[in-house]
C-alpha cells in the first residue's frame, strides 16, 4: 500500500513538472534583457513597461476580461437555474435526455461550435463584434456551469426541502434559504471554471470577433505568426499571477467556511455549548 502511494505521489509531482515547467519558463523569460527566448542575458522590466505603453494590448487585456467576468456571470445564473429544473425533473426519462444534450455540448469541437455560431450570425445578420463573442461564450460556458451545480445538489438533503414544504414555504423561500446555500460552492466553482474556459478559449472566439474587436488569445496568435514578442511573456505572467491570486483566495474563502461549519458541528465549542 505504502509503495501505490509512493508511485502516486511520483505519478503527481512528474504531471505537475510538465504542467508548470513551460509557465516557469514563459514568466523567467518575461525578464530577459536580450529580448527573445533563446539565451537569458540579464534582468530586466523594459518587456513590463512596453506592455504599459502598449495602448492596443492594454485594451484587448480589458475587453477580454470583460467578456469573461460578463459571460461567466450570466452563464453561472442560467446553468445554475438549468441544473436545478434538471434536478427536479420528474420523469428520469426527461433528465436523462436534458443531461444527453449538455453533454454533448461538452465534447463537441470547438470548431464545431464556432463554425455554428458564425454561420448563425450570418443567417440572423447579427454584427460579429464584442455581442457575437460575449453571446457565443455564454452558451459553451452554460454546460460547465450545469455540471459544476449538479453534483452539489445531488448531495443536498432533499429532506429539509420536504421540511420547508410542510412548515408552508413557498418555492422562492425553499431557493432563497436551503437550495442556494447547499450549493453555493459548486457556483462558485462553475463561474471560476466559465470565466476561465472564457478567457482562455482560441478556436470559438476566432470565428466569431470582428469589427476591429478581439480576445488576448487572438491577438496573441496574430502576433505570434509575425515573431513573438516578450510583452507577451509579461502580460501571460501578469494574467498568470492574476488567476492564481483568485484560485488561492477561492480556496481561502473554502477553508474558512469548513471551519465555521465544523465550528458549528463540534459539541465541545463553548458557544454552542448547552449548559444543564
Not at 179 to 188: A, D, F, N, R
Amino acid at each position: 500500500m505504502t509503495k501505490n502511494k509512493n508511485w502516486a505521489k511520483l505519478y503527481l509531482f512528474v504531471v505537475f513538472i510538465l504542467l508548470y515547467t513551460p509557465i516557469a519558463y514563459l514568466i523567467y523569460y518575461s525578464f530577459n534583457e536580450a529580448g527573445t527566448m533563446n539565451q537569458f542575458s540579464g534582468f530586466t522590466l523594459e518587456h513590463y513597461a512596453a506592455l504599459a505603453e502598449d495602448s492596443r494590448l492594454l485594451i484587448i487585456a480589458l475587453d477580454t476580461i470583460r467578456v469573461a467576468l460578463l459571460s461567466a456571470l450570466i452563464a453561472t445564473v442560467i446553468g445554475t437555474f438549468g441544473a436545478i429544473g434538471i434536478y427536479f425533473s420528474r420523469r428520469r426519462q426527461t433528465q436523462n435526455m436534458l443531461l444527453s444534450l449538455n453533454n454533448i455540448l461538452l465534447v463537441s469541437p470547438d470548431v464545431i461550435i464556432g463554425a455554428s455560431f458564425l454561420l448563425l450570425f450570418t443567417l440572423v445578420g447579427f454584427q460579429l463584434g464584442f455581442y457575437s463573442v460575449l453571446l457565443s461564450h455564454i452558451a459553451f460556458s452554460i454546460p460547465i456551469v450545469v455540471l459544476m451545480v449538479l453534483p452539489r445538489l445531488e448531495e443536498m438533503n432533499g429532506n429539509m426541502i420536504t421540511a420547508a414544504r410542510d412548515l408552508g414555504a413557498n418555492h422562492l423561500q425553499v431557493l432563497k434559504e436551503i437550495i442556494l446555500p447547499s450549493i453555493t460552492p459548486g457556483i462558485l466553482a462553475g463561474y471560476f471554471m466559465a470565466f476561465t474556459y472564457s478567457i482562455d478559449d482560441f478556436a470559438v472566439t476566432f470565428f466569431v470577433t470582428g469589427n476591429g474587436f478581439a480576445t488576448l488569445s487572438v491577438e496573441i496568435y496574430s502576433r505570434a505568426r509575425q515573431g513573438v514578442s516578450l510583452e507577451i511573456n509579461a502580460l501571460s505572467t501578469i494574467l498568470f499571477l492574476v488567476a492564481f491570486s483568485l484560485v488561492a483566495g477561492y480556496y481561502f474563502i473554502q477553508q474558512q467556511r469548513t471551519r465555521q461549519k465544523l465550528a458549528h458541528m463540534d459539541p465541545t465549542n463553548h458557544e454552542k455549548a448547552v449548559t444543564p
